[in-house]
């Protein structure tokens, strides 16, 4: 089993419609990540979680928001998603102490129409 | 604020090296790294060099760090068909976030 999960894995979804990406890990790392994949961009930084209560944006954290529901779980949500939010969407996991050793989950791959 | 650069692809012959390159712009990075992916995963941790170094040497990993240019490279040695994936270089300014490049699409030809 992955360490990191994320669910759904593919969602196509329409203009306006809420959606939300889970993310579970089993590794008992405290750091949590949401980054977002785009072609030629690369990984962007939407919403970051340092433990359960400590919550911070990224770069672009405008049209999202997240929860961290307990330390191995943390929930990203798009309240009215928009075709621009097309993209590949990723949950990563760190240690406080290697902060840089990211442990990614297998992404979540989201089309809006 | 930080922006890291790579060339977006880079095709070389199986058994040969390969090289690829990045760019960054904060010169209060800590620690440098170079991530792979492979197709339909995430990304997973090939090698990292703290800033005070100039090279290090993983098996046919070899990351050489110019600080002065703020260039960043890494060689594969005896490249194989395996080794095709995205890799991304990425910085750690500060105590925190490391921030990706755009990846480079290295692609092998047996």
């Known amino acids: 089993d992955a360490d990191v999960t994320q669910t759904p894995r593919n969602r196509i979804t329409k203009t306006g419609k809420r959606i939300m990406l889970e993310c579970s890990q089993t590794?008992?790392?405290?750091?949590m990540y949401w980054y977002r994949q785009d072609p030629g961009l690369g990984l962007r930084l939407i919403y970051y979680s340092f433990d359960v209560k400590d919550i911070n944006k990224g770069e672009i954290s405008d049209g999202y928001s997240v929860s961290r529901q307990a330390q191995a779980k943390f929930s990203l949500s798009l309240e009215s998603a928009i075709p621009n939010q097309t993209a590949l969407y990723f949950c990563a996991t760190s240690r406080n102490r290697d902060a840089g050793e990211l442990f990614f989950g297998e992404g979540s791959r989201l089309t809006v129409l | 604020g930080e922006d890291v650069e790579q060339s977006l692809f880079l095709s070389v012959r199986e058994g040969d090296s390969s090289v690829i390159n990045c760019t960054y712009t904060?010169?209060?990075?800590?620690?440098l790294y170079w991530y792979k992916q492979e197709p339909g995963a995430g990304l997973q941790l090939l090698t990292y060099?703290?800033?005070?170094?100039d090279m290090k040497q993983d098996q046919r990993l070899t990351v050489l760090l110019n600080k002065k240019d703020k260039h960043l490279s890494l060689r594969i040695a005896d490249t194989q068909t395996g080794d095709s994936a995205i890799y991304f270089c990425a910085e750690r300014a500060g105590a925190n976030n490391l921030f990706f490049g755009t990846g480079t699409r290295l692609t092998v030809i047996p």
């Open positions: 060099i703290f800033s005070n170094m």
């Open positions: 904060d010169s209060s990075s800590t620690y």
């Open positions: 590794k008992g790392h405290d750091r």
